[in-house]
C-alpha cells in the first residue's frame, strides 16, 4: 500500500514562498505519476500539476503558471512543490496523490488512488 505524508505547509504573508514536500512510502515512487490537488472548504478540488515517473510535468491551472514549479527525487521518494509570489487565494489545504496513470488523465482529481493527510497553507497578513 502506497503512503503519502505532506510536509512543508503554513502561515505565509502575501508575496511569499513555500515548498511543499510530499513523501512516499510502500513502494518505489518511479512507477507513479505524483500530483498536486488543493481544495477550499466549500469548494471542490482542483489539480494544480503532475509529474510523471519519467520526469515529464503537466500544470493544470494557467494562474498558477510561472508561480508553482512540481519537482521530484526518485532516489529520496519525494515530490516537491515549490510555491512563490504567494497570493491569499492561494490558501487552501494541499494534497499529494499519486496514480499508475498518465498525468494527462489526472487532471481529475477523482482518478488518483492514493493520497496524503493534506497541509494547510495559509496565504495572510
Known amino acids: 500500500q502506497l503512503q503519502l505524508v505532506e510536509s512543508g505547509g503554513g502561515l505565509v504573508q502575501p508575496g511569499g514562498s513555500l515548498r511543499l514536500s510530499c513523501a512516499v512510502s510502500g513502494s518505489s515512487l518511479d512507477i507513479y505519476s505524483i500530483g498536486w490537488i488543493r481544495q477550499v472548504p466549500g469548494k471542490e478540488r482542483e489539480g494544480i500539476s503532475c509529474i510523471s515517473s519519467s520526469g515529464d510535468s503537466i500544470d493544470f491551472l494557467d494562474s498558477l503558471k510561472g508561480r508553482f514549479t512540481i519537482s521530484r527525487d526518485n532516489a529520496k521518494n519525494t515530490v516537491y512543490l515549490q510555491m512563490n509570489s504567494l497570493k491569499p487565494e492561494d490558501t487552501a489545504v494541499y494534497y499529494c496523490?499519486?496514480?499508475?496513470?498518465?498525468?494527462?488523465?489526472?487532471?481529475?482529481?477523482?482518478?488518483?488512488?492514493?493520497w496524503g493527510q493534506g497541509t494547510q497553507v495559509t496565504v495572510s497578513s
Open positions: 496523490a499519486a496514480a499508475g496513470l498518465r498525468c494527462s488523465i489526472l487532471r481529475v482529481p477523482e482518478y488518483y488512488d492514493f
